[in-house]
Nanobody, 123 residues
Framework: QLQASGGGLVQAGGSLRLSCAAS????????RAWFRQVPGKEREFVAA????????FYTDSVKGRFTISRDNAKKMVFLQMNSLNVEDTAIYYC??????????????????WGQGTLVTVSS
């Protein structure tokens, strides 16, 4: 299972740090990703990190503002979000899969999801 935490209400320009903890997984971590979803819209890729090597991937709208990182020992992933704007308001989900994904930005490839944490950015 994955558990996301750290969401909340923040003013535009502010920062939040999301955490994603893993428990009970029966496979080694391959990659971990963050997606976000606004009601009525499709789930959107935000960022991902490969466990081996630590390569990172971002959607264009968050490059330079968000940073994904991992703690190998604790098997946790973090999403540091700076310079938040109202368009970042969404439920944020962390996800992983048993296989090493070539389409790391494709939500359909992930088979383990956390419960989501709400991020609300006010203007």
């Amino acid at each position: 299972q994955l558990q996301a935490s750290g969401g909340g209400l923040v003013q535009a320009g502010g920062s939040l740090r999301l955490s994603c903890a893993a428990s009970g997984l029966t496979f080694s971590t391959t990659q971990r990703a963050w997606f976000r979803q606004v009601p009525g819209k499709e789930r959107e890729f935000v960022a991902a990190i490969r466990w081996n090597g630590g390569s990172t991937f971002y959607t264009d709208s968050v490059k330079g503002r968000f940073t994904i990182s991992r703690d190998n020992a604790k098997k946790m992933v973090f999403l540091q979000m700076n310079s938040l704007n109202v368009e970042d308001t969404a439920i944020y989900y962390c996800a992983t899969s048993q296989s090493v994904l070539s389409s790391i930005r494709d939500a359909r490839q992930y088979n383990v999801w956390g419960q989501g944490t709400l991020v609300t950015v006010s203007s």
